[in-house]
């Protein structure tokens, strides 16, 4: 991944999760303001239904006598009173009661079962009876009105339950009320997300400029220091070349300025690879022609070292993709190098190539000695051995899968690993095919 678009990610990534974290406060808030409201409300309305009902259920009281039955005393001194099957008179009287009922309160006798006796100044059908005895309910008249319902229990004198008194109010305003608040929450919460969302982008970058700026500077700093080691260390290249040092000094002079001419020259590459600064000489790469050209120059290493390097080309198929040729074939140098390395005489190396899903797989399996799990999450880290002493031996910087990876991620690719102890390793290349052409 080059700088740009590792910071970029890490910026969206916060803003992200800054929008994530605000917007669901934002919404437990006002889900919880919303519950609280709808209680709240419920509870009032509840409350004053229960009150107007008692005043009635006192009244009540004295005159009714048998369950389910209402008194003619009682009926005398309910004006409006409505039977089923009835057919329904406004009241006349200007009193308190007609008052309400236009006001959206209902009233009406239910029997001890439920079932519907009469109602006042309303139609006692205008809500299914209630044979469930359903204490406080929200339900629709028969104009599609919500009202909340309650139901209060009628005793007579012996204590014997007489039947009940259902008042209910209509909620329907109430109701209309939540639906365009839901309406306001629901417009309002993805437009808070995304000024929320820019907010934090806004605020990442902020935050990472200083980041950036000190990041830039370390690499630019590798980069030159690279750079100017590489005049002084070719000089003392010829020099040790050059002159009449013993033989035994002179080669290992030339072993150690060797490995310092790969170190500097890895380091260029990484540093170009992660700045996105690399040229773009890019073609269609053949990744039969490829993998074969590794095979064949690791070969003289793998006989010297008694390792059986093989290569398994399952396709019918050349796999083309697009890329810079020399990065690719360095990455799997590195790797099949890396395989050769950390296998002991007599194990095996394969190279596999196959395709799936328009991805062709390299696959590099070894019979070698593995790498415990412990250093698997970091040895794509720049100079990061698993064991310091074992690398030292095979004269490995620990840069070459850090260039592994840094390609790959560069060609738009995955590269993982599967180890186990003493028992080998494979690494997987994953790379997006660009076309496949019959062999
Ligand atoms: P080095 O130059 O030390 O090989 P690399 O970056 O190529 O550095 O690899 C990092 C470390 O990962 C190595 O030191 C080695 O311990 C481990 N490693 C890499 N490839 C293999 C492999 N095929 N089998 C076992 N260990 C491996």
Redesign the pocket.
């Given at each position: 991944m080059t700088n740009n678009s590792l910071f970029h990610h890490s910026r969206l990534k916060l803003a992200l999760a800054y929008a994530g974290v605000m917007g669901s406060t934002l919404l437990l808030c006002g889900y919880i303001a919303h519950i609280v409201m709808v209680k709240a409300f419920t509870r009032t309305v509840d409350r004053e239904l229960q009150i107007f009902g008692k005043v009635f259920e006192v009244k009540l009281q004295q005159d009714l006598k048998t369950p389910g039955e209402l008194s003619i005393n009682t009926q005398k001194s309910l004006p409006g009173l409505c039977f089923q099957k009835q057919v329904c008179l406004p009241i006349k009287s200007e009193s308190e009661l007609s008052d309400l009922l236009t006001q959206g309160y209902y009233l009406r006798f239910l029997k001890p079962s439920g079932e519907v006796i009469a109602a006042i100044g309303n139609n006692p059908d205008e809500f299914p009876s209630n044979v469930y005895l359903n204490h406080s309910y929200d339900i629709r008249n028969r104009q599609g009105e919500l009202y909340h319902l309650h139901l209060i229990p009628i005793k007579i004198k012996n204590g014997q339950l007489w039947g009940y008194l259902e008042v209910g109010r209509s909620i329907q305003k109430l109701n209309d009320y939540m639906n365009s608040l839901h309406l306001l929450l629901g417009l309002g919460i993805p437009f808070s997300m995304i000024m929320i969302g820019g907010t934090g982008w806004w605020l990442a970058g902020l935050a990472m400029q200083p980041i950036e700026k000190s990041y830039q500077q370390l690499q630019q700093f590798t980069a030159d220091a690279a750079h100017e080691l590489r005049t002084p260390i070719a000089s003392l290249q010829t020099i040790v070349e050059t002159n009449s040092i013993p033989q035994a000094t002179q080669q290992s002079l030339q072993r150690q300025v060797t490995r310092l001419v790969t170190l500097i020259q890895d380091l260029l590459l990484l540093s170009k690879l992660e700045s996105g600064t690399q040229a773009a000489k890019w073609q269609q790469i053949c990744l039969n022609d490829l993998v074969t050209d590794v095979e064949e120059e690791l070969m003289p290493m793998a006989m010297e070292k008694a390792v059986t390097l093989s290569i398994n080309v399952a396709e019918e198929n050349y796999c083309y993709i697009q890329g810079n040729e020399s990065q690719i074939y360095r990455m799997l140098l590195?790797l099949v190098s890396?395989?050769i390395?950390?296998t002991a005489a007599g194990g095996q190396v394969q190279i596999n190539l196959t395709t799936k899903d328009k991805q062709g797989i390299i696959t590099i399996k070894?019979t070698?000695?593995?790498?415990p799990v412990a250093d698997i999450p970091h040895?794509f880290e720049r100079f990061?051995?698993?064991?310091a002493d074992?690398?030292r031996n095979?004269g490995?910087?620990?840069?070459?899968?850090?260039i592994a990876l840094a390609i790959t991620q560069t060609h738009k690719g995955k590269l993982e690993v599967q180890?186990q102890i003493d028992q080998g390793?494979t690494?997987t290349v994953t790379l997006p095919l660009v076309a496949t052409l019959n062999k």
């Open positions: 590195n890396n395989a390395k950390y070894d070698g000695m593995g790498i040895i990061y051995r698993v064991n074992r690398s095979t490995g910087s620990g840069l070459g899968l850090a180890s390793s690494f």
